[in-house]
């Protein structure tokens, strides 16, 4: 894998995923590849975020794992060298990018407007994650948008639920849409981790 539009191809939910205990990583994982979902991103937002993915990318091989919530060039940097296979970002600023570049991962940079979006497409990403989906337009934005940027596709994220779903899933723009909801953080608390496998597999089966 090599872009970032193939990374909207893996599956059709990417879940957001908060790692609290480092012990839930590798069980998470798994659970979420045995409901049929092949990527995940591992958000930077808990002191064990870069542990989790240096085990999930060590131990469980046939899920993308990637770094999300990146914030800094630092943490760029860091996630790459946990071993992270791609990077997601909320929004972007220049150094970000920069450092983004620099680890020679496919990235979903963050954009939430129309300019954002533009600057990231004149940098030659394409594929884009549309944060905060909900408060930012959600589906009637991702259609507004079509016509005048018909080459991006989006990851929309942020808001979105398996009820809402199909309606940004069914967008020749949406590659993928992201969502914390398969992976509950009570779940992961009570060690549950068949109930994020059936979520996973309700998830897989929006593709079809
Ligand atoms: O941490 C980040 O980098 C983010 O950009 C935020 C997450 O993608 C959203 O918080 C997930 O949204 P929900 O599915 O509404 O929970």
Redesign the pocket.
């Known amino acids: 894998m090599t872009t970032g539009t193939d990374l909207l191809e893996l599956s059709p939910v990417m879940p ?1 995923v ?1 790692i609290d205990d480092v012990d839930d990583a590798v069980p998470t994982a798994r659970a979420l590849l045995a409901g049929g979902i092949r990527v995940i ?1 591992l ?3 808990t002191p064990v975020a870069l542990a989790a993915i240096e085990r999930v990318a060590t131990e469980v091989p046939g899920i993308v794992i990637g770094a ?4 800094s060039a630092g943490q760029a940097k860091q996630a790459a060298d946990a071993g992270a296979k791609f990077l ?4 972007c600023t220049d150094t970000v990018l920069e450092a983004a570049f620099a680890t020679g991962l496919p990235f979903l940079p ?1 954009a939430g407007t129309v300019s954002e979006a533009m600057r990231l497409a004149e940098r030659g990403l394409t594929a884009l ?1 549309f ?4 408060a930012s337009g959600g589906v009637d934005y991702l259609k507004s948008v079509a016509g005048p940027l018909p080459s991006l596709r989006f990851c929309p ?5 398996a009820a809402t779903a199909p309606a940004y899933l069914a967008l020749p723009n949406v590659g993928c849409i ?4 398969l992976t509950p953080k009570k779940s992961l608390a009570a060690k549950d981790f068949a109930t994020v496998e059936s979520l996973a597999a309700e998830a897989a089966k929006l593709g079809a």
């Open positions: 957001v908060v991103e958000t930077l937002r999300g919530t990146v914030t997601v970002t909320p929004g963050g994650k944060f905060p989906a909900e994220t942020g808001g979105i639920t992201g969502g914390s909801w």
